[in-house]
């Protein structure tokens, strides 16, 4: 789709600009080249479901590009990790749009998950970005390119429904009140807001069934996110998803290669 395009380019030329700052040089002529091919083969491979629209939101996404780049000021660790942050939150919020286009009304549900992951990651990066990013992303990058491209490349008649997509994301339809998200590794399925499954890793809260309680869960894969386990169950157990006892202050109980066992989170 269009704004995933649009949302690679913004990511490609953050992370560009990201490399000088690492290095407290003049941002390379090749890599904003590079980003900039990938964006134009991506329009063009769209033909006439946009027709006229590359152009036009190329601009807007160099428009953005300066907009983030104000809020990263300076040049050394924090800002090369945070101006990646940056870029990939802009990148996650115009797939948010893309998938909102297909199914009307999820983009506020993904646009919450995609502001707490990446606001955790900017902090974690040293906290040295402004404090007008989200809004700076949200009313300079996403209104104005979502509004340049054509409705006719963004609608659909088909019911998609909740599945795991490349790239890591899940997309698709669900019931009223729910929204798609992630069940485990790369699985997707149907969630209420309020559910275990819904809740932010590591700090799982949500509702789960009698006798059991919501647990930070991740496996060797790397996945991560929150489920239900038994109360009850010690955490050598083998029983999956891990949960349970046994685990010391500031360590919960994770799926090792070989059953369950306490790390930190």
Same mark, same amino acid.
């Given at each position: 789709?269009?704004?995933?395009?649009?949302?690679? /380019?913004?990511?490609? /030329?953050?992370?560009? !600009?990201? /490399?000088?700052?690492?290095?407290?040089?003049?941002?390379?002529?090749?890599?904003? =080249?590079?980003?900039?091919?990938?964006?134009?083969?991506?329009?063009? /491979? #769209?033909?006439?479901?946009?027709?006229?629209?590359? $152009?036009?939101?190329?601009?807007?996404?160099?428009?953005?590009?300066? =907009? @983030?780049?104000?809020?990263?000021?300076?040049?050394?660790?924090?800002?090369?990790?945070?101006?990646?942050?940056?870029?990939?939150?802009?990148?996650?919020?115009?797939?948010?749009?893309?998938?909102?286009?297909?199914?009307?009304?999820?983009?506020?549900?993904?646009?919450?998950?995609?502001?707490?992951? $990446?606001?955790?990651? #900017?902090?974690?990066?040293?906290?040295?970005?402004?404090?007008?990013?989200? $809004?700076? #992303? !949200?009313?300079?990058?996403?209104?104005?390119?979502?509004?340049? @491209?054509?409705?006719?490349?963004?609608?659909?008649?088909?019911?998609?429904?909740?599945? !795991?997509?490349?790239?890591?994301?899940?997309?698709?339809?669900?019931?009223?009140?729910? %929204?798609?998200?992630?069940?485990?590794?790369?699985?997707?399925?149907?969630?209420?807001? =309020?559910?275990?499954?819904? *809740?932010? +890793?590591?700090?799982?809260?949500?509702?789960?069934?009698?006798?059991?309680?919501? +647990?930070?869960?991740?496996?060797?894969?790397? %996945?991560?996110?929150? %489920?239900?386990?038994? =109360?009850?169950?010690?955490?050598?157990?083998? *029983?999956?998803?891990?949960?349970? #006892?046994?685990?010391?202050?500031?360590?919960?109980?994770?799926?090792?290669?070989?059953?369950?066992?306490?790390?930190?989170?």
């Amino acid at each position: 789709m269009e704004s995933k395009a649009a949302g690679k /380019k913004i990511a490609g /030329k953050m992370t560009c !600009h990201a /490399k000088a700052k690492a290095l407290a040089a003049p941002v390379d002529a090749a890599c904003l =080249t590079r980003a900039e091919a990938k964006f134009g083969m991506a329009f063009s /491979k #769209l033909g006439a479901a946009c027709p006229g629209a590359g $152009n036009s939101v190329e601009d807007l996404v160099d428009q953005c590009v300066g =907009t @983030l780049l104000g809020d990263v000021p300076g040049d050394g660790s924090c800002s090369s990790r945070s101006a990646k942050v940056v870029g990939r939150w802009g990148r996650a919020l115009m797939t948010c749009a893309a998938h909102d286009a297909v199914a009307p009304g999820t983009f506020a549900t993904c646009d919450t998950r995609a502001g707490a992951k $990446n606001t955790d990651a #900017l902090a974690k990066a040293g906290s040295c970005t402004a404090g007008t990013v989200s $809004n700076d #992303l !949200h009313d300079d990058c996403v209104t104005p390119l979502v509004a340049a @491209l054509p409705a006719t490349a963004t609608t659909t008649t088909t019911t998609v429904p909740c599945q !795991h997509v490349p790239g890591g994301s899940c997309f698709g339809s669900c019931g009223p009140g729910e %929204f798609c998200g992630p069940i485990g590794f790369q699985a997707c399925g149907c969630l209420l807001p =309020t559910s275990c499954s819904a *809740s932010t +890793y590591p700090t799982c809260g949500g509702d789960c069934p009698a006798g059991e309680t919501c +647990y930070p869960s991740r496996d060797p894969s790397g %996945f991560r996110g929150c %489920f239900c386990s038994a =109360t009850d169950v010690p955490c050598s157990s083998a *029983s999956l998803p891990c949960g349970g #006892l046994a685990c010391p202050p500031g360590f919960a109980c994770f799926a090792q290669l070989d059953g369950c066992g306490c790390a930190e989170p």
